[in-house]
Protein backbone atom coordinates (compact mmCIF):
# COMPACT_ATOMS: atom_id res chain seq x y z
CA UNK A 1 0.00 0.00 0.00
CA UNK A 2 1.15 3.07 -1.28
CA UNK A 3 -1.66 5.05 0.39
CA UNK A 4 -2.25 7.54 3.79
CA UNK A 5 -2.56 5.02 6.45
CA UNK A 6 -3.85 5.78 9.43
CA UNK A 7 -4.17 3.79 12.90
CA UNK A 8 -6.01 2.86 14.63
CA UNK A 9 -9.15 2.19 12.51
CA UNK A 10 -11.53 2.18 15.48
CA UNK A 11 -10.98 3.44 18.78
CA UNK A 12 -13.76 3.35 21.82
CA UNK A 13 -12.82 4.93 24.90
CA UNK A 14 -14.29 6.38 27.75
CA UNK A 15 -14.73 10.41 28.78
CA UNK A 16 -11.71 11.54 30.50
CA UNK A 17 -9.19 9.21 28.51
CA UNK A 18 -6.94 10.47 26.22
CA UNK A 19 -6.85 9.17 22.91
CA UNK A 20 -3.61 9.06 20.29
CA UNK A 21 -4.05 8.75 16.76
CA UNK A 22 -1.49 8.04 14.00
CA UNK A 23 -1.03 9.19 10.45
CA UNK A 24 1.38 7.63 8.46
CA UNK A 25 2.01 9.72 5.07
CA UNK A 26 2.89 8.68 1.57
CA UNK A 27 6.24 8.69 1.17
CA UNK A 28 7.87 11.74 0.17
CA UNK A 29 4.68 13.81 0.61
CA UNK A 30 5.90 17.16 2.82
CA UNK A 31 2.22 18.41 3.53
CA UNK A 32 0.21 16.83 5.84
CA UNK A 33 -3.35 17.63 6.92
CA UNK A 34 -5.37 16.11 9.54
CA UNK A 35 -9.62 16.85 9.20
CA UNK A 36 -12.32 15.81 11.57
CA UNK A 37 -15.85 14.52 9.50
CA UNK A 38 -18.65 14.21 12.18
CA UNK A 39 -22.18 14.53 11.16
CA UNK A 40 -23.00 17.90 12.94
CA UNK A 41 -20.22 19.59 11.72
CA UNK A 42 -19.23 18.34 8.41
CA UNK A 43 -15.58 18.26 7.06
CA UNK A 44 -13.64 20.32 9.28
CA UNK A 45 -9.50 21.63 8.65
CA UNK A 46 -7.92 20.96 12.00
CA UNK A 47 -4.06 21.18 11.80
CA UNK A 48 -1.74 21.39 8.48
CA UNK A 49 1.69 20.36 8.10
CA UNK A 50 4.73 21.60 5.73
CA UNK A 51 7.57 19.06 6.69
CA UNK A 52 7.59 18.85 10.50
CA UNK A 53 6.43 22.59 11.20
CA UNK A 54 2.41 23.38 11.70
CA UNK A 55 1.42 26.92 10.08
CA UNK A 56 -1.51 26.64 10.30
CA UNK A 57 -3.37 25.46 13.66
CA UNK A 58 -6.87 27.35 13.27
CA UNK A 59 -9.00 24.33 12.85
CA UNK A 60 -7.68 22.77 16.58
CA UNK A 61 -11.37 23.22 18.53
CA UNK A 62 -9.70 23.64 21.46
CA UNK A 63 -6.28 23.22 23.91
CA UNK A 64 -6.87 19.51 24.73
CA UNK A 65 -6.20 18.99 20.67
CA UNK A 66 -2.57 18.95 19.76
CA UNK A 67 -0.50 17.50 17.15
CA UNK A 68 3.22 16.58 16.11
CA UNK A 69 4.62 15.57 13.10
CA UNK A 70 8.37 13.82 13.25
CA UNK A 71 11.21 12.98 10.54
CA UNK A 72 8.65 14.81 8.21
CA UNK A 73 6.67 11.41 7.90
CA UNK A 74 4.70 10.22 10.51
CA UNK A 75 2.21 12.28 12.75
CA UNK A 76 -0.07 11.48 16.29
CA UNK A 77 -3.13 13.69 16.78
CA UNK A 78 -3.04 13.54 20.27
CA UNK A 79 -7.09 14.31 22.17
CA UNK A 80 -6.76 15.04 26.21
CA UNK A 81 -9.34 14.53 27.99
CA UNK A 82 -11.58 13.51 25.32
CA UNK A 83 -15.10 14.77 25.60
CA UNK A 84 -18.50 13.11 23.85
CA UNK A 85 -18.44 15.81 21.16
CA UNK A 86 -14.86 14.44 20.09
CA UNK A 87 -16.42 11.47 18.83
CA UNK A 88 -16.16 11.46 14.70
CA UNK A 89 -13.98 10.37 12.25
CA UNK A 90 -10.74 12.11 12.04
CA UNK A 91 -9.01 11.88 8.30
CA UNK A 92 -5.30 12.52 7.47
CA UNK A 93 -4.54 13.90 4.09
CA UNK A 94 -1.22 14.33 2.32
CA UNK A 95 0.28 16.02 -0.63
CA UNK A 96 2.90 17.07 -2.45
CA UNK A 97 3.45 21.26 -2.16
CA UNK A 98 5.24 23.60 -4.21
CA UNK A 99 5.05 21.59 -7.54
CA UNK A 100 3.92 24.40 -9.68
CA UNK A 101 0.58 25.06 -11.60
CA UNK A 102 0.00 21.21 -12.00
CA UNK A 103 -1.68 21.63 -8.37
CA UNK A 104 -1.46 18.82 -5.82
CA UNK A 105 -3.85 16.05 -5.26
CA UNK A 106 -4.76 15.85 -1.82
CA UNK A 107 -4.89 11.68 -0.71
CA UNK A 108 -6.87 10.65 2.52
CA UNK A 109 -6.49 7.76 4.60
CA UNK A 110 -9.11 5.37 5.48
CA UNK A 111 -9.88 7.58 8.67
CA UNK A 112 -9.82 6.79 12.64
CA UNK A 113 -13.23 6.41 13.92
CA UNK A 114 -13.59 7.49 17.70
CA UNK A 115 -15.84 7.07 19.58
CA UNK A 116 -16.43 8.63 23.29
CA UNK A 117 -18.64 6.95 25.63
CA UNK B 1 -13.99 34.04 5.99
CA UNK B 2 -14.60 31.67 3.14
CA UNK B 3 -17.98 29.67 3.06
CA UNK B 4 -18.60 27.08 0.36
CA UNK B 5 -22.27 25.92 -0.51
CA UNK B 6 -23.05 22.56 -2.55
CA UNK B 7 -26.83 22.04 -4.01
CA UNK B 8 -28.81 20.32 -3.78
CA UNK B 9 -27.88 18.41 -0.58
CA UNK B 10 -29.82 15.01 -1.61
CA UNK B 11 -30.28 13.63 -5.08
CA UNK B 12 -32.26 10.77 -5.98
CA UNK B 13 -32.13 10.27 -9.84
CA UNK B 14 -33.13 7.15 -12.01
CA UNK B 15 -30.53 5.61 -14.31
CA UNK B 16 -29.98 6.85 -17.36
CA UNK B 17 -30.67 10.49 -16.94
CA UNK B 18 -28.48 13.61 -16.72
CA UNK B 19 -28.03 16.17 -13.69
CA UNK B 20 -25.68 18.59 -12.31
CA UNK B 21 -24.47 19.61 -8.63
CA UNK B 22 -23.14 23.36 -7.91
CA UNK B 23 -20.96 24.22 -5.78
CA UNK B 24 -20.83 28.09 -4.82
CA UNK B 25 -17.98 29.75 -2.46
CA UNK B 26 -17.85 33.00 -1.11
CA UNK B 27 -14.26 33.94 -1.23
CA UNK B 28 -11.99 34.48 -4.40
CA UNK B 29 -9.80 31.17 -5.25
CA UNK B 30 -8.29 29.40 -8.11
CA UNK B 31 -8.27 25.81 -6.70
CA UNK B 32 -11.21 23.75 -6.58
CA UNK B 33 -11.67 19.96 -5.66
CA UNK B 34 -14.41 17.44 -6.04
CA UNK B 35 -14.20 14.33 -3.78
CA UNK B 36 -16.16 11.19 -3.49
CA UNK B 37 -16.77 9.40 -0.51
CA UNK B 38 -18.33 5.96 -0.23
CA UNK B 39 -20.13 5.03 2.97
CA UNK B 40 -18.03 4.22 5.49
CA UNK B 41 -14.77 5.04 3.19
CA UNK B 42 -12.54 7.89 3.22
CA UNK B 43 -12.81 10.45 -0.16
CA UNK B 44 -11.40 9.94 -3.31
CA UNK B 45 -9.91 12.78 -5.43
CA UNK B 46 -11.95 13.27 -8.45
CA UNK B 47 -10.82 16.20 -9.89
CA UNK B 48 -8.55 19.46 -9.61
CA UNK B 49 -9.58 22.35 -11.13
CA UNK B 50 -7.24 24.88 -11.45
CA UNK B 51 -8.11 28.05 -13.68
CA UNK B 52 -11.22 29.74 -15.01
CA UNK B 53 -13.04 27.84 -17.55
CA UNK B 54 -11.06 24.51 -16.36
CA UNK B 55 -13.16 21.27 -17.63
CA UNK B 56 -12.05 18.01 -17.00
CA UNK B 57 -13.96 14.71 -17.91
CA UNK B 58 -13.67 11.41 -16.09
CA UNK B 59 -16.71 8.73 -17.46
CA UNK B 60 -19.82 9.45 -17.15
CA UNK B 61 -18.54 13.07 -14.50
CA UNK B 62 -17.17 16.78 -15.87
CA UNK B 63 -16.40 19.14 -13.86
CA UNK B 64 -15.86 22.77 -14.43
CA UNK B 65 -14.89 26.00 -12.73
CA UNK B 66 -16.48 29.41 -13.57
CA UNK B 67 -14.03 31.12 -11.06
CA UNK B 68 -15.19 34.88 -11.83
CA UNK B 69 -18.80 33.51 -10.94
CA UNK B 70 -17.21 31.18 -8.26
CA UNK B 71 -19.20 28.53 -9.16
CA UNK B 72 -17.97 24.85 -9.85
CA UNK B 73 -20.58 21.97 -11.52
CA UNK B 74 -20.06 18.35 -11.70
CA UNK B 75 -22.21 17.20 -14.30
CA UNK B 76 -23.61 13.23 -14.47
CA UNK B 77 -24.24 12.12 -17.66
CA UNK B 78 -27.13 8.83 -18.32
CA UNK B 79 -26.40 8.04 -14.20
CA UNK B 80 -25.77 4.44 -13.55
CA UNK B 81 -25.60 2.94 -9.89
CA UNK B 82 -22.21 2.83 -9.02
CA UNK B 83 -22.53 6.38 -8.82
CA UNK B 84 -24.24 7.03 -5.95
CA UNK B 85 -21.91 8.07 -3.45
CA UNK B 86 -20.90 11.54 -1.49
CA UNK B 87 -20.18 13.99 -3.51
CA UNK B 88 -17.75 16.95 -2.19
CA UNK B 89 -16.42 19.98 -3.49
CA UNK B 90 -13.71 21.63 -1.55
CA UNK B 91 -11.85 25.33 -2.09
CA UNK B 92 -8.64 26.09 -1.29
CA UNK B 93 -8.59 29.10 1.33
CA UNK B 94 -5.81 30.83 -0.52
CA UNK B 95 -5.92 32.96 -3.41
CA UNK B 96 -2.47 33.39 -5.52
CA UNK B 97 -1.15 30.38 -4.05
CA UNK B 98 -1.74 27.09 -2.52
CA UNK B 99 -1.94 26.57 1.47
CA UNK B 100 -3.88 23.29 1.04
CA UNK B 101 -6.12 23.76 3.38
CA UNK B 102 -9.57 23.13 2.20
CA UNK B 103 -12.85 24.15 2.78
CA UNK B 104 -15.09 21.88 1.98
CA UNK B 105 -18.57 22.03 1.32
CA UNK B 106 -21.92 20.23 2.45
CA UNK B 107 -21.34 16.85 0.56
CA UNK B 108 -24.20 15.78 -1.97
CA UNK B 109 -25.57 12.69 -1.41
CA UNK B 110 -26.12 10.68 -4.58
CA UNK B 111 -28.61 7.85 -5.24
CA UNK B 112 -29.14 6.32 -8.04
CA UNK B 113 -31.83 4.40 -8.71
CA UNK B 114 -32.20 1.65 -11.01
Known amino acids: GAGVSQSPSNKVTEKGKDVELRCDPI?????LYWYRQSLGQGLEFLIY????????KSGLPSDRFSAERTGGSVSTLTIQRTQQEDSAVYLC???????????????FGEGSWLTVV | ELKVEQNPLFLSMQEGKNYTIYCNYSTTSDRLYWYRQDPGKSLESLFVLLSNGAVKQEGRLMASLDTKARLSTLHITAAVHDLSATYFC??????????????FGTGTLLAVQP
Open chain 2, 90 to 103: AVDGFYGGATNKLI
Open chain 1, 27 to 31: SGHTA
Open chain 1, 49 to 56: FQGNSAPD
Open chain 1, 93 to 107: ASSLVGQGPSGNTIY
